[in-house]
C-alpha cells in the first residue's frame, strides 16, 4: 500500500539492502516522501527503520534499488552525496555517536566548515542554530558535561547549521523525560513551520497519531503500508504488526458504542486533548438541549 505520486523530495524505489553478517536491511522497499510533510516511520525493532534513513542519507548505497532525492537519481559520486547531506540531516538515536568536538559550538560548526563556508556566514548559521533548540547559554559548555537531552537538541543544532530541507531523526524521544519531549515536539513544529521536511522513526503509536501527516510502517524490511496515520493505523494488518491501535481512537470507538459521538465533521480526535475538548463540546450541548 503505497501513496499516489506527489510533489515527493525523496524516494526509494525497490531498495535492497544486506550487512555484511547476511542479517537484512530492507527488502524490496519503496517510499515516497512529500515534501513539507511530517513523516513517522513505525515498526518493530529490526524493521529496518535506521536502515532506511541511512539509505536516505547516502551513508549506505542499495544493493540493487534506486534513491531519489528532489526527482535525480544518486550516483553516489563525491559530489553527489555532498550534496544530498547538505540537504538530508540525519541526527542519529544515540547522540554519543554524533558529538565529538570539545564544545557545543565548535560541534555545530563543524559541518559548516566542511562546506567551505566563510567565518561570518559559519557565526551567523552557529548562532541560529543554537537559537532555534535553546542551546544559546550553552555554547561553550563542554560536550561531556551536557546532559542526555542537551546533547540530542546539540546534534540537531549541529544539522540545523547546515540548512537542510530535511531533517531526519531516529528514535528522538528515547531517554528522554515527558518535559523534554515536549520541548522536542515544540522545536519540531516551529522548522516545520518554517518549510522543513521532517521523518521521525519511534515507535510511539499515540504520538504519531497525534502529530504526523503521514506514517510509514515497516515489517521485515518492506513496507507494509503509507499514508494518513487515521487510515493506516486502523488497518488490521497494521494493528497486528505493532501490537497495538491509537489509545485515543480505541477510547472513541468504545464511546460511539455507547452513543457518544466525538467526531467533528466526521473526523475523529487524534489527541488526548482534542478527545477532551470534544466530550466538553458534546457536553454543553447536550445541556443547551
Known amino acids: 500500500m503505497a501513496l499516489q505520486a506527489a510533489n515527493h523530495i525523496l524516494e526509494l524505489k525497490d531498495v535492497n539492502f544486506r550487512y555484511p553478517d547476511g542479517t537484512l536491511g530492507l527488502d524490496r522497499c519503496s517510499l515516497q516522501i512529500r515534501r513539507g510533510s511530517r513523516t513517522t516511520v513505525l515498526g518493530a525493532n529490526g524493521a529496518g527503520k535506521t536502515t532506511l534513513f541511512l539509505q536516505m542519507n547516502g551513508i549506505l548505497r542499495p544493493h540493487s534499488g534506486t534513491v531519489s532525492y528532489g526527482g535525480a537519481t544518486l550516483d553516489y ?3 553527489d552525496l555532498h550534496n544530498l547531506r547538505s540537504r538530508v540531516g540525519l541526527v542519529f ?11 557545543v559550538r565548535e560541534d555545530v560548526s563543524f559541518g559548516p566548515l566542511n562546506l567551505g563556508l566563510d567565518v561570518e556566514t559559519i557565526r551567523i548559521r552557529v548562532e541560529e542554530a543554537l537559537l532555534s533548540v535553546g542551546m544559546v547559554e550553552c555554547a561553550d559548555k563542554p560536550v561531556h558535561n551536557l546532559s542526555y537531552g542537551q546533547k540530542k537538541r546539540a546534534c540537531i543544532a549541529g544539522v540545523l547549521a547546515m540548512r537542510p530541507e530535511v531533517l531526519i531523526l531516529d528514535e528522538p524521544m528515547a531517554g528522554l ?11 519540531l513544529n516551529r522548522l516545520h513551520t518554517d518549510g522543513m521536511t521532517i521523518i521521525i522513526a519511534t515507535h510511539d503509536i499515540d504520538f504519531t497519531y ?4 503521514e506514517v510509514a510502517v515497516l515489517q521485515s524490511g518492506t513496507l507494509l503500508a503509507h499514508g494518513a496515520p487515521t487510515k ?7 494493528r497486528k504488526e505493532l501490537g497495538a491501535a491509537p489509545l485515543v481512537a480505541e477510547i472513541s470507538r468504545a464511546l460511539a458504542l455507547t452513543g ?6 466526521d473526523c475523529m480526535p487524534r489527541t488526548g486533548a ?5 466530550l466538553l463540546s458534546q457536553s454543553r450541548q447536550e445541556n443547551d438541549r
Open 77 to 79: 559520486s563525491r559530489q
Open 93 to 103: 538515536q544515540n547522540p554519543d555517536n554524533q558529538l565529538f568536538s570539545a564544545t
Open 177 to 187: 523525560d515527558i518535559a523534554m519531549q515536549s520541548d522536542l515536539i515544540q522545536i
Open 210 to 213: 497525534g502529530w504526523a501527516d
Open 232 to 238: 493506516i493505523l486502523l488497518l488490521e494488518e497494521v
Open 260 to 265: 457518544i459521538g466525538v467526531y467533528d465533521n
Open 274 to 278: 482534542g478527545l477532551v475538548q470534544a
